[in-house]
T-cell receptor, first 119, second 112 residues
Framework: GAVVSQHPSWVICKSGTSVKIECRSLDFQATTMFWYRQFPKQSLMLMATSNEGSKATYEQGVEKDKFLINHASLTLSTLTVTSAHPEDSSFYIC???????????????FGPGTRLTVL | KQEVTQIPAALSVPEGENLVLNCSFTDSAIYNLQWFRQDPGKGLTSLLLIQSSQREQTSGRLNASLDKSSGRSTLYIAASQPGDSATYLCAVYTSGTYKYIFGTGTRLKVLA
């Protein structure tokens, strides 16, 4: 099946620094990728939709200047958490959309996640 | 706006019991529905994916059903084992938006 990777799998940083997380589709091209955030004991919340070659679209309440998304190629999207603070500590998961050739076969494949801890 | 709810929020059962986890969604215009398992501190493991045209999918001891018209899906786990202990999430892929909306999750604990 389709594989999506994330790097790094975990990262610890100091408050005020920026952190970049990569999401790659390994064996398919993804014109659209998605970024989710999960706080402890909570479900996944969609943050933004990353579109190859164009600006990302953000969900309501997500600061676009804080969470910078770049989708420079059909297999790579990056999420940069700028000026990170302890409240940004979370589990970040990406997914990549595999567009279906037939109606009803469109789906997404999820990465293994990146745990960010901001001290 | 699609909303996904899972009941119960938590469940603790003795080993060997058959279980039913419930997922309901408000917008029936979906491409598919997927059930995931998540172990503590880990990512998502896809268990079953049901296309909008399908009624159920089976994998080993797991069976998922989909009733799109009523906005419901159930995950049936047969002969539960301690290794089944995890959080189970359902996610609905809504037509037109190409977004997965996740449910609130069910935390399952199977006691030996």
């Amino acid at each position: 099946g389709a594989v999506v990777s994330q790097h790094p799998s975990w990262v610890i940083c100091k408050s005020g620094t920026s952190v970049k997380i990569e999401c790659r589709s390994l064996d398919f091209q993804a014109t659209t990728m998605f970024w989710y955030r999960q706080f402890p004991k909570q479900s996944l919340m969609l943050m933004a939709t990353s579109n190859e070659g164009s600006k990302a679209t953000y969900e309501q309440g997500v600061e676009k200047d804080k969470f910078l998304i770049n989708h420079a190629s059909l297999t790579l999207s990056t999420l940069t958490v700028t000026s990170a603070h302890p409240e940004d500590s979370s589990f970040y998961i990406c997914s990549a959309r595999l567009a279906g050739g037939r109606r009803g076969t469109d789906t997404q494949y999820f990465g293994p996640g990146t745990r960010l801890t901001v001290l | 706006k699609q909303e996904v709810t899972q009941i119960p929020a938590a469940l603790s059962v003795p080993e060997g019991e058959n279980l039913v986890l419930n997922c309901s969604f408000t917008d029936s215009a979906i491409y598919n529905l997927q059930w995931f398992r998540q172990d503590p501190g880990k990512g998502l493991t896809s268990l079953l994916l049901i296309q909008s045209s399908q009624r159920e999918q089976t994998s080993g001891r797991l069976n998922a059903s989909l009733d799109k018209s009523s906005g419901r899906s159930t995950l049936y786990i047969a002969a539960s084992q301690p290794g089944d202990s995890a959080t189970y999430l359902c996610a609905v892929y809504t037509s037109g938006t190409y977004k997965y909306i996740f449910g609130t999750g069910t935390r399952l604990k199977v006691l030996a």
